[in-house]
């Protein structure tokens, strides 16, 4: 069956630090993957897909296929990168399923 | 326009009460779809519309029933419910059904039934 797992369910880190968040999914077909981000106060939103391998507001994400994952990563974290995280796998065309999410907290 | 947007922000329901959930987006988007986010929970998917059509039901229980009038507006329509259904409902929309398109969340119904 197809599951995601996001080990950490808080990641706390100062300004400055790098980041990762881990993400490992199960699937027996191709998946699509995303990384979906809900800030303080603010819808749910679209941060990354694995498809188009953009950088955005600093993260990137990278699919390894041998080790099922997708983990999330960002050589400095800002205060403003605090949020709860949700890597998400999209199945059968149209079902998209999600981790269980990482609140990351970055202190000053 | 580009936001789903997402009425009424609140809804306090009784068990015997029918209400409805409404969604509207005016991106042209052709596919939309109804999550279940219990509270520090992820979002979970009950309903996928394509192209005004039910394409998929998660086996959600009878007493929540979906309806697209049109491709620009989704309903959930609530009937009998119970406690353990208070949560959050999110809508969301996307480009197109059977791709990897981003879909667009909308700020969600919290429900509470009592």
């Known amino acids: 069956a197809q599951r995601v797992t996001q080990p950490e369910k808080l990641l706390s880190v100062f300004k400055g630090a790098p980041v990762e968040l881990k993400c490992n999914y199960s699937y027996s077909g191709s998946p699509e993957l995303f990384w979906y981000v809900q800030y303080s106060r603010q819808r749910l939103q679209l941060l990354l897909r694995?498809?188009s391998r953009e950088s955005i507001k600093g993260f990137t994400a990278d699919l390894n296929k041998g080790e099922t994952s997708f983990h999330l990563k960002k050589p400095f974290a800002q205060e403003e990168d605090s949020a709860m995280y949700y890597c998400?796998?999209?199945?059968?065309?149209?079902?998209?399923?999600f981790g269980t999410g990482t609140r990351l907290q970055v202190f000053p | 326009d580009t936001e789903v947007t997402q009425t009424p922000k609140h809804l306090v329901m009784g068990m015997t009460n029918k209400k409805s959930l409404k969604c509207e987006q005016h991106m042209g988007h052709r596919a939309m779809y109804w999550y279940k986010q219990k509270a520090k929970k992820p979002p979970e998917l009950m309903f996928v519309y394509s192209y005004e059509k039910l394409s998929i039901n998660e086996s959600v229980p009878s007493r929540f029933s979906p309806e697209c009038p049109n491709s620009s507006l989704l309903n959930l329509h609530l009937h009998a419910l119970q406690p353990e259904d208070s949560a959050l409902y999110l809508c969301a929309s996307s480009q197109r059904p059977g791709q990897a398109y981003e879909q667009y969340f909308g700020p969600g119904t919290r429900l509470t039934v009592t």
């Open positions: 998400a796998l999209l199945y059968n065309t149209d079902k998209l399923i």
């Open positions: 694995h498809i």
